[in-house]
């Protein structure tokens, strides 16, 4: 059976205007035939079925790159292990798709694209339970972590540090998903703040969402002693490893999480390349990890922490949004280049360091996508 990726997406353009009505239908049809599987998911599903739209259209456009999307759904799978998802439960999901197309593209719904569904999903769903069952040999679904410091930052910003009950690989600038006792089957992504140690410690940077669940459980609620959920790291931002260009990471509020981390690769990996970070928020008390990153600074030349605050007019520092304060320093374009935070900051300063010259193969952006 071989991939028609052009009948794929030309019937998916059809169902991307009705998104939101094809993933309750997706759910709903999945459910009424299943009822066993509604359990594996949240009480609300409302970011759920956002989660499902955006996975499916990211492998939907990457049908035609192989390697990306191989590399996109064993990582999928390897992370779904932490619901329980088994190989017997992708006929399930495979045949609500199938339905969910053929319902939403009907205007243009043939033999042949029916046939284009199948062979896709039977394509992804053999790459994703593949990858999850070499996974299970060597790693567990989930972790156990204790909570061993937290740090109430700014009123709506804690530090966690986290000691798996065994040892859970990461690499600098990756996401795991948290779940709290307060949320069963509540899943949040959050990306680990500090290169890998020796004592497996991990740190997050959480800022308490207003209806976040948890995010609101892991800063007002979580004390030193508690017990959280992790899933296996995720994500694809990872360190330069040999590269010797210099590095520009811009960093937005708890953005600053894995840029920090890989700030903390470069530093333990003994290169000695120069690094600029600039690390914006709106005031200055939302510089929450500011008095770390100078300690840093001062420990290392090369590192240049440059703090930015948009809303504060009597700020001593630099002042401005993060990408217009980008473009008044020299060319970045000899430089490899990382960002994190909200997505319309990082999207615009993506558009000027493209303008800049900068190649996007040198602009690194996490990409966390989660079904």
């Not at 035939?33 to 409302?46: C, T, Y």
């Not at 520092?317 to 430089?335: C, I, K, T, Y």
Request: proline letters at 6%; one cysteine or more.
């Amino acid at each position: 059976m071989s991939l028609n990726p052009r009948l794929v997406k030309e019937s998916f353009s059809v169902i991307e205007p009705v998104a939101d009505k094809a993933a309750a239908y997706f759910y709903g049809r999945l459910f009424a035939e299943n009822p066993h599987l509604r359990g594996m998911f949240p009480p609300a599903m409302d970011l759920q079925r956002d989660r499902l739209f955006g996975a499916l259209t990211r492998i939907v456009w990457s049908l035609d790159s192989p390697d990306g999307l191989a590399s996109y759904l064993g990582q999928l799978g390897r992370d779904h292990r932490k619901y329980g998802v088994v190989a017997a439960h992708y006929t399930a999901v495979g045949n609500a798709l199938l339905a969910t197309a053929r319902r939403f593209a009907a205007e243009v719904w043939t033999a042949e694209v029916e046939a284009a569904w199948v062979a896709a999903y039977t394509v992804a769903a053999d790459l994703m339970s593949k990858a999850a069952e070499a996974d299970s040999e060597f790693s567990p679904a989930w972790w156990l972590a204790e909570v061993v410091d937290h740090e109430l930052r700014a009123e709506d910003i804690a530090v966690l540090t986290l000691r798996p009950n065994q040892h859970l690989p990461y690499t600098a600038g990756q996401h795991i998903t948290v779940q709290t006792p307060r949320w069963p089957r509540v899943w949040r992504s959050y990306s680990v703040a500090n290169a890998p140690r020796e004592d497996g410690v991990i740190r997050l940077h959480v800022r308490a969402l207003t209806g976040g669940w948890v995010s609101t459980s892991l800063v007002r609620h979580t004390r030193v002693g508690d017990t959280l959920m992790l899933g296996p790291a995720v994500g694809g931002m990872v360190p330069p490893g040999d590269n010797v260009r210099d590095v520009l990471c811009v960093a937005g509020g708890t953005g600053l999480a894995p840029l920090k981390a890989i700030v903390e690769d470069i530093i333990t990996s003994g290169r000695r390349i120069n690094v600029h970070l600039l690390y914006g928020a709106r005031t200055s008390g939302e510089l929450y990890d500011l008095s770390d990153l100078v300690r840093m600074e001062a420990a290392h030349p090369w590192l240049r922490v440059i703090p930015v605050v948009s809303d504060q007019p009597f700020f001593e520092g630099l002042r401005g949004m993060l990408p217009e304060v980008m473009s008044r320093f020299p060319s970045w374009a000899d430089h490899e280049v990382y960002l994190c935070g909200p997505t319309d900051m990082v999207n615009e300063t993506v558009r000027r360091l493209q303008e800049a010259g900068v190649p996007l193969s040198r602009i690194h952006r996490d990409t966390a996508a989660e079904l």
